[in-house]
């Protein structure tokens, strides 16, 4: 709807680009891409849950433990004035930021019992680690972009990785269809083969290293370096031929002087 008016457009000048979807319906439901997170809904929905779990862990946490007399005789239990005694005295003596490092004297035996979440909570919370995995794996993308703390050789292997494995095939399949359905008509109307094509030298990720290139200059011309690494070409005839190393001799021809 343009300006209020509803403009009817016929099927062969609309571009549709969309993931391939196995859900035949009879609605059509196959007409539409299927998206990855439908496909990865299950871990989706476990991450939410995994995250409400971890709020409402923090939120309802309450006491980290309970101090109680480490005997068994009922006797010499604390009474409920003695409780509130000791309570005083552990907010005082023990607990806080104060406190850190205090050596505390305890006049009779006392045990400590920590008061932790439940396995089940645990496990969700556990899950976290793994949906990230799991979701970044629906698009093919490389978790490791997404680790608070990576190294660098592993950070950029995961650049050129999503690059390379993601980003490019996109575009090719993009160009692809550019191609057939909106440059053929322009190439059957001039003669001409127009073609359109992605430059993929302008991702610093897929650019070789020094090292690499210098393994190459033995094989390559300049100028196919200079184009490998996004640059111009020069123009000048030595830029296209290969050079040799005369200097260098085999080794049955070398005799040693003594």
């Not at 939410?48 to 006797?75: F, M, R, Y």
């Not at 970044?136 to 608070?148: I, Q, Y």
């Not at 703390?149 to 650049?159: F, G, I, K, R, V």
């Not at 184009?227 to 040799?244: H, K, R, S, T, V």
Request: hydrophobic share 40%.
């Amino acid at each position: 709807m343009i300006g209020g008016y509803t403009r009817e457009l016929e099927a062969v000048d609309v571009l549709q680009m969309k993931m391939a979807n196995p859900m035949f319906t009879e609605s059509g439901d196959q007409l539409r891409g299927q998206s990855p997170l439908l496909a990865g809904l299950k871990w989706l929905q476990l991450d939410d849950t995994a995250l409400l779990s971890w709020v409402k862990s923090v939120e309802n946490e309450g006491a980290k433990g309970i101090i109680s007399p480490n005997h068994s005789d009922p006797n010499l239990w604390l009474t409920p004035d003695q409780v509130v005694g000791v309570e005083e005295r552990v907010q005082e003596k023990i607990h806080g930021a104060s406190n850190k490092n205090k050596v505390v004297v305890s006049g009779m035996p006392l045990q400590f019992t920590q008061i932790g979440l439940s396995p089940d909570a645990l496990s969700l919370i556990d899950a976290l680690k793994h949906t990230q995995v799991n979701l970044c794996d629906l698009w093919g993308v490389p978790a490791t972009l997404f680790e608070p703390n990576p190294t660098y050789q592993n950070q950029q292997a995961a650049a050129k990785r999503f690059i390379s494995e993601v980003v490019v095939p996109y575009l090719s399949k993009e160009d692809d269809v550019l191609n057939r359905w909106l440059v053929e008509p322009f190439r059957k109307r001039d003669g001409k083969n127009y073609v359109i094509d992605t430059d993929t030298s302008v991702f610093e990720e897929l650019k070789m290293t020094l090292d690499e290139i210098t393994a190459l200059s033995a094989y390559l011309t300049k100028n196919e370096v200079r184009i490998m690494q996004g640059w111009d070409e020069i123009d000048n005839e030595y830029a296209n031929e290969l050079f040799i190393d005369n200097n260098k001799i085999p080794m049955s021809d070398y005799a040693v002087q003594i």
